[in-house]
């Protein structure tokens, strides 16, 4: 694995308590595959990215627990001045919000030519130069002009674009993609996740894509791993969970897409709210709103079940979620 994440906690103190953000995630990306990270917002899925990045606010946050093994190291144990040698060389984010992490008071280029000069020790005019040809690689129309505009110049697509492009500067082996469709018209989307994509293909990277939409990621996970309340309750190859999900939770987010051929009928929609981090429920913290609950679901945690070779689900009743009662 290149990534390995094991037993992450991650907490934030608050006026009124301790927040419970990430309670044991555990899960791992291979160089050159993508995983889909999927979850409602709280459910801990930007939190572990921020962990894994080391870019965390701390305080309020705090990591309490657990292991980031990045190429056989631990991330958390390695100094800040290491860790910023890590990120944008070994592994960048894609943030959901381009306007906002973008600088509005410098070009486009310079902040794509920052990189290069921090990390490799460019001139300006040779980093100016390679933001060109990366605003090219990303298909922004007209790079040489618009190489000295700033972000407010530019579409939202075109700036998840400068974003991705980036994220690619150094040629990472790693990168995050934090809901990098957000706020995007649904033909805007299909273009940034083909060329997401298609970019890992060239560069043979592993991608690790944050997202509360299931239809986002069908064509281009290889994996995909659901979180709910700070925990994975499911992880399998994308097209066996896509067919028969092993996790009631899974279930309920599969059945609330709309579909073509459900025309008239009423949307799905998982039925009451995210926990309370502070609060979170005993047992499996998605029994209030499960519709298989039993009376274990309320007083056992359940772990990770192995319900295939690649495959798991949290979930006391996984075979009766993925075969049926009769199963």
Known sequence: MLLEVRDLHVEFGTRDGIAKAVNGVTYGVAAGETLAVLGESGSGKSVTAQAIMGILD????????????????????????????????????????????????????????????????????????????????????????????????????????????????????????????????????????????????????????????????????????VMYAGRIVESAPVHDLYKAPAHPYTRGLLESVPRLDHKGRGLHAVQGLPPNLMDIPSGCPFHPRCPMVQDVCRTDVPPLHEVDEDRGSACHFWRECLYGHDG
């Open 58 to 225: 701390m305080p309020p946050g705090r990591i309490t627990g657990g292991e980031i093994l990045f190429r056989g190291r631990d991330l958390l144990k390695l100094k800040e001045e290491e860790r910023r040698k890590v990120r944008g060389a070994e592994m960048a984010m894609i943030f959901q919000d381009a306007l906002s992490s973008l600088n509005p008071v410098l070009t486009v280029g310079d902040q794509l030519g920052e990189m290069f000069v921090v990390h490799r020790g460019m001139s300006r005019r040779d980093a100016r130069a390679r933001a060109v040809e990366l605003m090219d690689r990303v298909r922004i129309p007209a790079a040489k002009e618009r190489v000295r505009q700033y972000p407010h110049q530019f579409s939202g697509g075109m700036r998840q674009r400068v974003m991705i492009a980036m994220a690619l500067a150094l040629e990472p082996a790693l990168i995050i993609a934090d809901e990098p469709t957000t706020a995007l018209d649904v033909t805007v989307q299909a273009q940034v996740m083909d060329l997401l994509a298609e970019l890992r293909r060239e560069y043979r990277m592993a991608l690790i894509l944050i997202t509360h939409d299931l239809g986002v990621v069908a064509d281009v996970a290889d994996r995909i791993a």
